[in-house]
Nanobody, 127 residues
Framework: QVQLVESGGGLVHTGDSLRLSCVVS????????MAWFRRSPGKEREFVAG????????YYADFVKGRFAISGDNAKNTLVLQMNSLKPEDTAVYFC????????????????????WGQGTQVTVSS
């Protein structure tokens, strides 16, 4: 049984940092493309950051470039999202997602290309 379990969300102030983690079990972390998505109130779920199983290139949505960093620890089957300089508009439920690696070509960012999902962790940024 595949499980993705996120943690690390919380309530912070503008400019603060948070570190989200996603522990993966039941599938091969080292052969999975991984990503973070988020759903803000009243909005569709959107891509935040992603990484191929083969690495090392990271992919980011424009609205988080320079502030967020995605990384993976194969030994711990854990995906991390380091979030710095948080803004109120970053308030959302953040989801971890996985798929069998698409090892070449454009990194497909749509949620429909990811089959395994975590339950989400709430991030709230107050002004």
């Amino acid at each position: 049984q595949v499980q993705l379990v996120e943690s690390g969300g919380g309530l912070v102030h503008t400019g603060d940092s948070l570190r989200l983690s996603c522990v993966v079990s039941g599938r091969s972390f080292s052969s999975s493309d991984m990503a973070w998505f988020r759903r803000s109130p009243g909005k569709e779920r959107e891509f935040v950051a992603g990484v191929r199983a083969t690495g090392p290139v990271r992919y980011y949505a424009d609205f988080v470039k320079g502030r967020f960093a995605i990384s993976g620890d194969n030994a711990k089957n854990t995906l991390v999202l380091q979030m710095n300089s948080l803004k109120p508009e970053d308030t959302a439920v953040y989801f971890c997602a996985a798929r069998d690696t698409l090892s070449s070509g454009t990194f497909l960012r749509s949620e429909r290309y990811f089959g395994d999902w975590g339950q989400g962790t709430q991030v709230t940024v107050s002004s």
